[in-house]
Nanobody, 118 residues
Framework: VQLQASGGGLVQPGGSLRLSCAAS????????MGWFRQAPGKEREFVGS????????NYADSAKGRFTVTGDRAKKTMWLRMSSLKPEDTAAYYC????????????WGPGTLVTVSS
């Protein structure tokens, strides 16, 4: 599975942004795709994910209520809609994929940088 995230940029605090992740190379029916982020000097952290077979989603506590993960299997694209952005949301955002039965994400794309600043 090849992944490519896009849509990052500079946004003011309180603003919104939508990231996209395009997948290719394999059917997605048995996969989970997720969003992760890594801020400067910090470890990478989980943001949210979607199970393609049933569309169910899961979120980190920091993302609940502000971030929404959606996907379109036909387009092999996942999105991360972020709202009420805070400076602490500044990070490189990565999309990743794993087989549904795996505990680890095996496939990673290059990150897209989100900067929340006035």
């Amino acid at each position: 599975v090849q992944l490519q995230a896009s849509g990052g940029g500079l946004v003011q605090p309180g603003g919104s942004l939508r990231l996209s992740c395009a997948a290719s190379g394999h059917t997605l029916s048995n996969t989970v795709m997720g969003w992760f982020r890594q801020a400067p000097g910090k470890e990478r952290e989980f943001v949210g994910s979607i199970i393609w077979s049933d569309g169910s989603t899961n979120y980190a506590d920091s993302a609940k209520g502000r971030f929404t993960v959606t996907g379109d299997r036909a387009k092999k694209t996942m999105w991360l809609r972020m709202s009420s952005l805070k400076p602490e949301d500044t990070a490189a955002y990565y999309c990743a994929a794993k087989w549904r039965t795996s505990s680890e994400y095996h496939f990673w794309g290059p990150g897209t940088l989100v900067t929340v600043s006035s």
